[in-house]
């Protein structure tokens, strides 16, 4: 797990040395709960047909995520 992650660049290493999982400022900032809670809400509800399968492909256990 890579944190800090910044850059198209820095990305791109990760990947090449084998890392699948990061987090940072590159893909967005961090984000007060009310408006995190709101992005996966809007993520799940764009596209609906976005399978566990699928989230753990992109190893994102959040994209998954569906309210109760």
Request: charged share 25%.
């Amino acid at each position: 797990m890579a944190e800090g992650v910044e850059s198209p660049e820095q990305l791109e290493f990760l990947k090449a040395l084998g890392c699948d999982q990061y987090q940072g400022f590159h893909f967005s900032p961090a984000l007060p709960a009310a408006k995190f809670e709101a992005l996966v809400r809007a993520t799940s509800e764009a596209d609906p047909d976005f399978t566990e399968a699928e989230a753990q492909r992109t190893h994102s256990k959040l994209a998954a995520y569906r309210p109760r």
